[in-house]
């Protein structure tokens, strides 16, 4: 089953930039997902499991590197990478 994500991420601090870059950086890393960010998400696309696998551990390793940090995720179980023609 395929999904796509978007996240948002919100680190509680003023100097929040370099860690939403880590964050979508160290996503990227994974091979098998697809990974695409605009000024307000990141949005991930792939096989259901490795999808949320890949997403699961960078937020625990962001949550071990960061003080405060909120995420917010949407879920769906379709491919929604397709942009409309119009």
Do not use: H, W
Not at 39 to 61: A, D, H, P
Not at 63 to 72: A, C, D, G, M, T
């Amino acid at each position: 089953m395929v999904c796509s994500v978007e996240i948002s991420m919100y680190p509680l601090k003023e100097n929040f930039k370099p860690s939403i870059i880590a964050f979508i950086k160290n996503l990227r890393k994974y091979p098998f997902i697809k990974v695409t960010t605009n000024g307000m998400s990141t949005q991930v696309f792939g096989e259901y499991k490795r999808v949320m696998n890949s997403i699961n551990t960078e937020m625990e390793n962001t949550f071990l590197n960061e003080n405060s940090v909120v995420f917010n995720l949407k879920v769906i179980n379709s491919d929604l990478e397709e942009k409309p023609n119009f």
